[in-house]
């Protein structure tokens, strides 16, 4: 069964600040991960998709890596702004008929001015 | 196409009540999927479709769950005799079928469900 950890569970840092959120999943044996953003009720804006063949992926400010042997993936996020506040979701689809998504449960993340 | 659309945006009724749901997936994503959300937890897969085929149900979707995804377009979630542990975000994803796993998941807004 795959299980999916987001560490830390929450984080404040003050704008400007590059920081780093962290995935990690049990089972090595994915098609990919997919990172998300969560603003307070609302619904889930996909942010990077990085497939198993990739170690990275990069847009604008974020950068993404992943490293399947060790079943872990980093979410890079570069200048941090007050903006950046939301919570930080990862998800791998399960290697079923479905490949319905696993979730970690989230990193939420504060940006102080 | 604007994306996965969910109505409502909000729901608040008694405990007791029935509720239902809508989704709108991308036109062209043949995969829907449901997935509940409580406060401070990642989403829960619920169920998933197939064009019109329910394929797979979470235990977690209890018989007082049902989802329907008539002629394989949008797709409604219906819960009925509403208890306040059903109080959630039930959100919707669609994708491009077999290809998912490689191209990825589109979510709506969600529905935040509360039961008093």
């Known amino acids: 069964k795959q299980e999916v950890t987001q560490i830390p569970a929450a984080l404040s840092v003050p704008e400007g600040e590059n920081l780093v959120l962290n995935c990690s999943f049990t089972?090595?044996?994915?098609?990919?991960l997919q990172w998300f953003r969560q603003d307070p009720g609302k619904g889930l804006t996909s942010l990077l998709l990085?497939?198993?063949?990739?170690r990275e992926q990069t847009s604008g400010r974020l950068n993404a890596s992943l490293d399947k042997s060790s079943g872990r993936s980093t979410l890079y996020i570069a200048a941090s702004q007050p903006g950046d506040s939301a919570t930080y979701l990862c998800?791998?689809?399960?290697?079923?008929?479905?490949?319905?998504?696993?979730f970690g449960g989230g990193t939420r993340l504060m940006v102080k001015p | 196409d604007t994306g996965v659309s969910q109505d409502p945006r909000h729901k608040i009724t008694k405990r007791g009540q029935n509720v239902t749901f809508r989704c709108d997936p991308i036109?062209?994503?043949?995969?829907l999927y449901w997935y509940r959300q409580t406060l401070g937890q990642g989403p829960e897969f619920l169920t998933y479709?197939?064009?019109?085929?329910?394929?797979?149900k979470s235990r977690l979707l209890s018989d007082r769950f049902s989802a329907e995804r008539p002629k394989g377009s949008f797709s409604t979630l219906e819960i009925q005799r509403t208890e306040q542990g059903d109080s959630a975000m039930y959100l919707c994803?669609?994708?491009?079928?077999?290809?998912?796993?490689?191209?990825?998941?589109?979510f709506g807004s969600g529905t935040r469900l509360t039961v008093v």
């Open positions: 994803a669609s994708s491009p079928g077999d290809r998912a796993p490689y191209y990825g998941y589109t």
């Open positions: 089972d090595s044996a994915i098609y990919n």
């Open positions: 990085i497939q198993s063949s990739q």
């Open positions: 998800a791998v689809p399960l290697m079923s008929a479905g490949n319905m998504l696993t």
């Open positions: 036109s062209e994503h043949n995969r």
């Open positions: 479709f197939q064009n019109e085929a329910q394929l797979e």
